[in-house]
């Protein structure tokens, strides 16, 4: 289970910073992706991180803005979001994968992750 918290509503320039805390004892085991999806359009590739957090993957719209992290030891994963945009306003969604060949080819793509948290709002105000 992934249960997202952090989302609220910020002013264009703000900054703030989602979790993802996974229950049981093998978070260590997932590799962990963020998505995101606007009203009316399909969901996105944000961000991904590897199982140890040495790899991490950006969308090239945040890039130099959000920052992915993960604690292991708390069974965590992170969003920094800063210098946040309008076009950042979006329900965030974390998810898990387990499926070490395919994620590292394919990190930003649905089909690596098994694993979905019901995701939080981020609203970015101009």
């Known amino acids: 289970q992934l249960v997202e918290s952090g989302g609220g509503l910020v002013q264009a320039g703000g900054s703030l910073r989602l979790s993802c805390a996974g229950s049981g004892r093998t978070f260590f085991s997932f590799a962990m992706g963020w998505f995101r999806q606007a009203p009316g359009k399909e969901r996105e590739f944000v961000a991904a991180i590897s199982w140890t957090g040495d790899n991490t993957y950006y969308a090239d719209s945040v890039k130099g803005r959000f920052t992915i992290s993960r604690d292991n030891a708390k069974s965590t994963v992170y969003l920094q979001m800063n210098s946040l945009k309008p076009e950042d306003t979006a329900v965030y969604s974390c998810?898990?994968?387990?499926?070490?060949?395919?994620?590292?080819?394919?990190?930003?793509?649905?089909?690596?992750?098994?694993?979905w948290g019901q995701g939080t709002q981020v609203t970015v105000s101009s």
């Open positions: 998810a898990a994968s387990p499926k070490e060949s395919q994620w590292w080819v394919a990190y930003s793509d649905y089909d690596p992750y098994d694993y």
